[in-house]
């Protein structure tokens, strides 16, 4: 065992295990390794394992080291990346960024490990290997593990097994007392869940630490499933820098008080063999002396090496939203497409009302008729695909879709087997296409949203979607959301492109399936971190889309997708809007209006605008202009602002919206509305009355309001009323 290992006042055990999974694994032919863990012990991780250098953290200390994101975030949430020699060559580290909310990076660490392992065409976890560092309290205590451990095994989500350790310092954060730490035994019992073999260990003996972390790199890579390590030890100080555990744990900390130390212990087993009185502190010293001198604490780290597997992000750093991207595919590739996801072979035998859709596809496709929203997108998947960028969907249903509209699993209605006879056309578009993954998920959102994440921050060239069952069940994600989707890339640099599909729309189907919360992603949106679009067309869902990925901006896309609108025709768009064109952050008003007669415009987002416009034509009104707005963030000035200039006499605008008003995009794009407003307009609201529920449970109540809400947009201004 070498001096390195053992040369540190604290945390000498763990960071052996550390030591020896990495010499291992590289030994075994990983050539990658992934780490999640909280911020304990963060410090000592980056110095002691990764390789950083003293000197490069201390400069983050006293504010020398570059400061130049937008937000920054404390040391010990950094992440940090580095290459180490191992006897079977090079191993790429990785220790992932993470917020102060415990155990959450644990499922973004899975997936940026799936997505390592994609690239590489490793299916088994071979050459790629996830390393989970829990605390005793928190593996237990924060349900994102149980959602993890659920998605080991599954599909679409395994990564051959993670090597888990814990740091069991039987105190958690300051419970005072252990009754309340937990129901069950031991911290671990949650592991029971998928059988995973626990090897509990003193911590304060090294050498049977990095026996049970060699039994447990072995377990896995011969198994491809979950081990996990129990280091039972004691944390020496408190839960923070000015904490006083003897507070709460005064019986603790009088037996901690007169431990020697893992280190002295060791130092004397050492010496007892006759290896020196002197080895422990001399090792000592020559730590705290390359600390001093800013030097590696780990040797060797390579400076020079690059592997052929490592993501070029260049091209996407320094983008603005504004950036154009043809997203447009000519007619022959369409009807090409088209074909080819509408065409089954003859041993697929589809439900009668599924092959009534492909009979609908094959006709939009030829031109015939519209094209629908399953449609549009389809066909955004499917040239996507044809062109190089492959495709991964996941969620609840997502094969089907939840309302039914999507069909991009064809099941054989003859199968015989429960494990056979599915079809996915979109896995058969081209012959050298990329691949496209669709994925049922398990009942989760936290742990799947952000395996998601982490599988599409290392990966910027698949378009990477996460589906909600109902855009209401984001509300179970919103940790991921707050932490990593709407700040990653302030607080550490990190850009992201995953995509967000949330089912919203207010039809009377009570609060939990009606609202998104739009309102959250507005409040969210700042820097210009993410897009938050509402699409109404079948083409807009098309082209924004593909802009996700034809154009090299990496920001995550936000979509409030329709509901009641998959299937209405209004929402259908004729094949030419896919042929040429791109996505539309506005939309004119398509009526045909005298524009020096109107003297007011209803700005709206999303399904109302079909409400407002069968309103306008039953009652004969030839005043008022409808805009769309279909980007919400960040906002269209420029577009917004050139309809407005389209309508010379305007004196009033309105923002009409499902939503109450407490809710929805009201409150966050008023000022938006305000500023491309001209001398003398008055800006008013048409909507729900704010509201605690996101909307009501009875149907009756539901139909009053909307049409109160729809009458409001073209009557008389009330209540709230901004002038310009």
Not at 30 to 46: D, F
Not at 143 to 149: K, S
Not at 188 to 194: A, C, P, Q, S
Not at 231 to 260: V, W
């Amino acid at each position: 065992m070498g001096q390195k290992r053992f040369s540190l006042e604290g945390g000498e055990s763990f960071i052996a295990a550390m030591d020896e999974i990495i010499q291992q694994a590289g030994a075994a032919g990983v050539q990658e390794i992934v780490i999640g863990m909280a911020h304990r012990g963060r410090l000592n991780v980056l110095v002691n394992t990764l390789g950083k250098m003293p000197k490069d953290l201390f400069a983050e200390f006293d504010h020398t080291a570059p400061e130049d994101l937008p937000a920054g975030d404390v040391k010990y949430h950094q992440g940090f990346s580095s290459d180490v020699t191992t006897p079977g060559g090079p191993v790429h580290l990785s220790l992932a960024f993470n917020p102060s909310h415990l155990e959450i990076v644990n499922p973004v660490v899975e997936g940026s490990v799936r997505a390592r392992m994609d690239r590489r065409g490793d299916p088994k976890g071979s050459q790629v290997l996830p390393v989970l560092v829990h605390g005793d309290a928190a593996v237990g205590g924060q349900g994102v593990n149980q959602e993890t451990l659920c998605l080991a095994q599954t599909r679409g989500y395994s990564t051959g097994g993670t090597v888990h350790i814990i740091i069991n310092n039987q105190i958690g954060f300051t419970t005072s007392d252990p009754r309340d730490l937990r129901s069950t035994m031991f911290c671990t019992d949650i592991f029971k869940m998928v059988e995973a073999p626990v090897l509990h260990v003193n911590g304060d003996d090294p050498e049977a630490v990095v026996l049970a972390a060699q039994l447990a790199l072995e377990y896995r890579m011969t198994f491809r499933a979950d081990v996990v390590v129990d280091i039972t030890c004691f944390r020496k100080l408190g839960h923070n820098e000015q904490d006083t555990p003897s507070l709460t744990q005064p019986l603790m900390y009088k037996k901690i008080a007169q431990h020697p130390g893992t280190r002295k212990l060791y130092a004397e087993r050492l010496a007892a063999q006759g290896l020196g009185q002197s080895l422990g502190d001399d090792m000592a010293k020559a730590y705290r002396a390359a600390l001093d001198a800013g030097r590696h604490t780990v040797d060797p780290v390579l400076t020079n090496f690059k592997s052929k597997y490592a993501v070029d992000w260049s091209p996407f750093l320094g983008k603005k939203w504004t950036d154009t991207a043809d997203t447009a595919i000519p007619l022959p590739e369409w009807k090409r497409l088209a074909e080819r996801i509408t065409t089954l072979p003859a041993n697929v035998t589809p439900h009668q009302l599924v092959k009534k859709v492909l009979d609908d596809r094959a006709a939009m496709g030829r031109g015939e008729t519209n094209v629908d929203w399953g449609m549009g997108e389809h066909m955004a998947f499917a040239s996507l695909v044809a062109g190089g960028f492959p495709v991964r969907l996941s969620g609840e249903d997502s094969g089907r879709g939840t309302f039914t509209h999507r069909h991009s699993v064809i099941h054989d209605q003859n199968r015989e087997k429960w494990d056979t006879g599915t079809y996915v056309p979109l896995q058969n578009v081209a012959d050298n296409q990329a691949p496209f993954v669709v994925i049922d998920s398990i009942l989760s959102e936290e742990a799947v949203l952000a395996y998601e994440y982490g599988y599409a921050s290392n990966d910027p060239n698949t378009l990477v979607i996460w589906e909600a069952q109902f855009g209401d069940f984001a509300n179970g994600a919103q940790v991921v959301i707050d932490q990593f989707i709407a700040s990653g890339e302030v607080k550490w640099g990190r850009v992201n492109g995953i995509t967000l599909m949330l089912p919203h729309g207010y039809e009377g189907q009570g609060p939990e399936h009606s609202s998104a919360r739009v309102e959250r992603f507005m409040q969210l949106a700042a820097d210009t971190n993410m897009q938050i679009v509402q699409p109404t067309t079948a083409s807009q869902i098309f082209h924004v889309l593909r802009r996700q990925m034809v154009r090299n901006l990496r920001k995550p896309l936000v979509i409030f997708t329709p509901k009641s609108l998959l299937r209405n025709k209004d929402a259908t768009s004729p094949l030419s809007e896919f042929t040429k064109g791109g996505f539309q952050t506005v939309i004119a008003d398509q009526a045909d209006l005298k524009a020096d007669k109107v003297r007011r415009v209803v700005a709206c987002s999303g399904k109302v605008y079909y409400d407002l416009v069968k309103k306008r034509a039953d009652k004969g009104i030839d005043d008022v202009a409808i805009v769309r707005i279909e980007q919400l963030y960040p906002f269209p000035h420029k577009a917004f602002g050139a309809e407005m200039k389209r309508y010379p006499n305007v004196t009033e605008i309105v923002w009409c919206q499902d939503e109450p008003q407490n809710q929805g995009a009201w409150f966050f794009i008023q000022h938006n509305i305000h500023e491309n407003m001209g001398e003398g307009q008055r800006l008013g609201y048409a909507g729900r009355a704010a509201s605690a529920s996101p909307a009501v449970g009875y149907s009756h109540l539901h139909q009053d309001q909307q049409k109160a809400l729809i009458e409001a947009a073209f009557g008389k201004l009330k209540g709230l009323v901004l002038s310009k």
